[in-house]
């Protein structure tokens, strides 16, 4: 089924197209996400992780292996259990943007006795990576998707032939600290999850009310539900579709997890995001302090300070571009391209 006011509305909203079956254009099929397959393990303590994806990382040996490593403490969880192995960082604008993550990505590759690999983004990467891997899949893209791909890339022409990255951490183990930092009504969690309005932006716009619906619970919502689902299909579909575009296979333990209690919020909201997470890394590094959450770095408000904004038909005319932050515009930008290309 054929319906690009759907897609475009659900894509600025949601970053994803969220119905099944439903397409752009004729002869071009979205890919939506999917998870790994494969058994869940159940986790109480910071040992069962431990021991888990201990057990996990024994069964890849004998593969070419690297890892995505970043300065937070997800990644540096993983590196520890791969010393010797190939590690891939991201740095943008000569090293000058985020310093600070990119120099504790380089100790952890340092004490886990890595040959480390810094993967250079630049504007002329991402605006040239675009295409593939919009045409994989199907549509407009995340932000982090060229930088992936970029580095599935370098890591395939070394040889590698697995890549191990820790995404799934966020969404098993409560690192989604904001959306999980208090009891949300109905209509005010509609508002801080969607990522654009469509009806701000497009002349034919599409609610996506109907999908946060579905977790309605009287003037609230099962937001714990709700970002199981959604939040996790729409990172996990990044990751894949980059990878899958770069034709190298990836592999994420934490994925393969699963809380057997509930998350304690009030620890959470405390200040203890991945409380989990914070014990092992502990355990793995106990001379290292705790590095805090710091999403994937790309310096989207860098890339489009000047940008005028998007000039399509589909777009509302004169829209104020101060009035949207760097990954806001990314959107546009991005949805505006694939049309560009597609239509």
């Keep these: 089924m054929v319906d690009k006011d759907y897609c475009m509305s659900s894509y600025l909203a949601l970053r994803y197209v969220e119905k099944e079956n439903v397409d752009f254009f004729e002869g071009i099929k979205y890919k939506r996400p999917h998870l790994k397959d494969g058994e869940k ?46 590690a891939y960082t991201f740095r943008f604008l000569g090293g000058d943007f985020q310093r600070d993550e990119m120099e504790r990505a380089e100790k952890f590759a340092k004490h886990n006795e890595m040959r480390l690999h810094y993967v250079d983004i630049d504007w002329d990467v991402i605006n ?19 930088q992936i791909y970029q580095g599935a890339i370098q890591a395939k022409a070394d ?19 904001q959306l999980l930092s208090k ?10 999850y969607i990522y654009i309005d469509p009806k701000e932006v497009l002349n034919s716009p599409i609610s996506m009310d109907y999908l ?4 309605r619970n009287g003037e609230n919502i099962d937001f714990l539900k709700f970002m199981s689902i959604v939040a996790t299909e729409e990172s996990y579909g990044s990751y894949s579709n980059a990878f899958e575009t770069a034709q190298l296979n990836y592999y994420d333990p934490y994925e ?4 057997a209690e509930p998350l304690d919020l009030e620890r959470i909201r405390k200040g203890e995001s991945k409380y989990l997470i914070r014990e092992l890394f502990k355990i793995r590094y106990p001379d290292f302090n705790i590095p805090e959450k710091i999403p994937m770095p790309r310096p989207v408000d860098k890339y489009f300070e000047n940008w005028g904004g998007p000039r399509r038909k589909e ?3 004169n829209l104020n571009m101060n009035n949207f932050t760097g990954n806001q515009k990314w959107l546009l930008y991005c949805l505006e391209r694939f049309l560009n290309i597609y239509d």
Aim: charged share 30%; net charge neutral.
């Design 159 to 177: 040889g590698i032939d697995l890549m191990i990255i820790g995404d799934g951490s966020d969404y098993v183990f409560g690192g989604m600290d």
């Design 128 to 146: 040239t990576s675009l295409p593939k891997i919009m045409k994989e899949k199907g549509g407009p893209v995340h932000s982090i998707e060229p």
């Design 256 to 259: 393969m997890l699963e809380m």
């Design 315 to 317: 777009f509302k005319s």
């Design 212 to 215: 946060f619906e579905r977790y």
């Design 41 to 86: 393990v159940y986790v109480r303590t910071a040992s069962d992780i431990d021991k888990s994806i201990a057990l996990q990382i024994e069964k890849l040996r004998g593969r070419k292996i690297g890892i995505l490593l970043s300065g937070g403490m997800d990644s540096a969880i993983l590196a520890s259990y791969l010393k010797g192995c190939d």
């Design 183 to 192: 009891e949300w009504k109905f209509d005010e969690f509609i508002k801080r």
